[in-house]
């Protein structure tokens, strides 16, 4: 058993191309639902994305100069990096999902789960929404 959800995750050298943007195996389609549509799916993408900017603006506080100095060059074009990064998290998680070959509406599928008596309230009180009602939530 224990091999079997071995083969079903990445190795190191797997995960980390895969963290910025190479396509994993077929056989791990399921694994990356869980990684990029469920609980945490946020946080991991965030702290992928916190990594590269960190590592370029890091030589950056080895100049000799004073820690304002230092503190004024790299904290605005970090702290931007991951405004960005937020804010299209939503985004690069449905591409990378698609990407694989996953269906890329299991980004919304925390929020559903979340939302679940909500929906099940308004059931409940007007009755069933039309078919031809939307339910994609793609921004585009």
Do not use: C
């Not at 998290?89 to 599928?109: I, S």
């Not at 059931?123 to 339910?135: F, L, N, Q």
Request: avoid cysteine; proline fraction near 8%.
């Amino acid at each position: 058993m224990a091999d079997a959800a071995a083969k079903d995750r990445p190795n190191v050298w797997q995960y980390i191309g895969y963290s910025y943007g190479r396509v994993l195996p077929s056989s791990m389609r399921m694994w990356v639902a869980h990684d990029l549509a469920d609980h945490g799916a946020v946080r991991r993408h965030m702290i992928r994305m916190a990594i590269p900017p960190f590592l370029v603006l890091a030589p950056f506080w080895l100049l000799p100069a004073s820690f304002y100095v230092r503190l004024e060059m790299t904290a605005p074009i970090y702290i931007w990096a991951l405004l960005m990064a937020l804010a299209l998290n939503k985004v690069w998680r449905r591409h990378r999902l698609a990407q694989h070959g996953v269906d890329p509406n299991l980004v919304d599928e925390i929020n559903r789960k979340k939302n679940a008596h909500i929906h099940e309230a308004y059931i409940r009180k007007y009755g069933p929404r039309p078919s031809d009602a939307k339910s994609n939530s793609s921004p585009f």
